[in-house]
């Protein structure tokens, strides 16, 4: 089935910093999403990429649709101690009718103020 | 505007014990999804319905695992027998059928413990 490699697993930067994480797949999506997860909580959607190579911002949260469909990257610039949550991608397949979500493992974000 | 709903938020039950979650969906969403997560796992897809019609199940959606949603409204999730490998945080999601506006919007979960 198809599978997302997602890094880093976890991260530690101090406040102020730039993030960056990533998304591989083994087969092409026609959509992919970021989402943020805090504990206890279900997942809030930050960005939604609907074409290949589009790049979306949301405030300091910049995302891109791979060119061959088979990633996407998340920025978080200039990380500050609410950033702290685990990241998950999730791809999607709307025309072949594969409407379920394939996730990563997710990357934790850990913050140092 | 009233996002996903779910409940219970918590739920700890004896093994062998039968249990229901229900999901209230965004009102004008006509697909409804249920998702299971483990400890340090992605979310990874049960079921999903359009209006009321349970369109597609997955491989871990095992006979025990039963997934209704009568009006196209609320939709429940019912499992029987629990089992320990059954402790997990349940999702729900919600969108509205078709391309950018096919976008699933999640719920706070409803965590169970099988003891």
């Known amino acids: 089935g198809q599978q997302l490699n997602q890094s880093p697993q976890s991260m530690f930067i101090q406040e102020g910093e730039d993030v960056s994480m990533n998304c591989t797949s083994s087969?092409?999506?026609?959509?992919w999403l970021w989402y943020k997860q805090e504990p206890g909580e279900g997942p809030v959607l930050l960005i939604a990429?609907?074409?290949?190579?589009e790049l979306t911002s949301n405030g300091r949260l910049t995302a891109q649709f791979g060119i061959t469909r088979k990633d996407s990257f998340l920025n978080i610039s200039a990380s500050i101690p609410s950033d702290v949550g685990i990241y998950f991608c999730?791809?999607?397949?709307?025309?072949?009718?594969?409407?379920?979500?394939?996730f990563g493992k997710g990357t934790r974000l850990s913050v140092i103020a | 505007d009233t996002g996903v709903s779910q409940d219970p938020r918590h739920k700890i039950t004896k093994r062998g014990q039968n249990v229901t979650f229900r999901c209230d969906p965004i009102?004008?969403?006509?697909?409804l999804y249920w998702y299971r997560q483990t400890l340090g796992q992605g979310p990874e897809f049960l079921t999903y319905?359009?209006?009321?019609?349970?369109?597609?199940k997955s491989r871990l959606l095992s006979d025990r695992f039963s997934a209704e949603r009568p009006k196209g409204s609320f939709s429940t999730l019912e499992i029987q027998r629990t089992e320990q490998g059954d402790s997990a945080m349940y999702l729900c999601?919600?969108?509205?059928?078709?391309?950018?506006?096919?976008?699933?919007?999640f719920g706070p979960g409803t965590r169970l413990t099988v003891l």
């Open positions: 999601a919600s969108s509205l059928a078709g391309g950018a506006q096919g976008t699933q919007y």
């Open positions: 009102s004008e969403h006509n697909r």
């Open positions: 990429l609907y074409k290949a190579g």
């Open positions: 999730a791809g999607q397949n709307i025309n072949s009718g594969n409407t379920p979500l394939v």
């Open positions: 319905f359009q209006n009321e019609a349970q369109l597609e």
């Open positions: 087969s092409i999506f026609n959509t």
